[in-house]
Structure formats: C-alpha cells, structure tokens
C-alpha cells in the first residue's frame, strides 16, 4: 500500500494498491524466492483538485515526470499511470 497527499482544501490522502508475487527460482539455486513479480494493482484517489486550474478548459499537456520542469499535476499522473482498476 502507498499512499500520497491529494491536492484538497482540507487533508485528503489516495492510496494504490499493488501485489506482488514471489517467483521461485529454479532448482539450482540456494534460494527458493527472489524475485518479485507485478500483479494486480487498484488506485483509489478521490477529492482531488487539480494544481493548474487550465486543465478544466482541457490544458493539460503531457510531460515527462522524471524531467525536473513536471508540474504537480504530472506526478500526480505518475502515482496512478500504471494501475489496472482506477477509483476517482
């Protein structure tokens, strides 16, 4: 579970949930379970207002969040881009 303030008037938090499966490794090794496999994943971000009021008249323009000129409303993209189930 992480979770992530939410742009709001008063304190508002989004979770995303994600699971995470062991992969045995083969018969060989040491180890039975390294490494970690994605599974299902669901986001639950309500409340949310954006930062840039722009994108009400449909302003938005997409960046690259790892770029340090991303807006907050871009690595607010990024938490919930990858997700399989979207609440907001």
Known sequence: V???YLNHSVLTL???LEEFAQVP???TSNQLFR???RGVSMAYITDHEP???AL?????TPRDPRK???TADQYHVQFFEDVDILVH
Do not use: Q
Not at 56 to 60: I, S, V
């Open 2 to 4: 992480t979770s992530k």
């Open 35 to 37: 490494r970690k496999k």
């Open 56 to 60: 009400a008249n449909g302003g938005f």
């Open 51 to 53: 930062f840039d009021h």
């Open 68 to 70: 340090p000129n991303c």
């Open 25 to 27: 490794l083969s018969s």
């Open 14 to 16: 989004g979770y995303k």
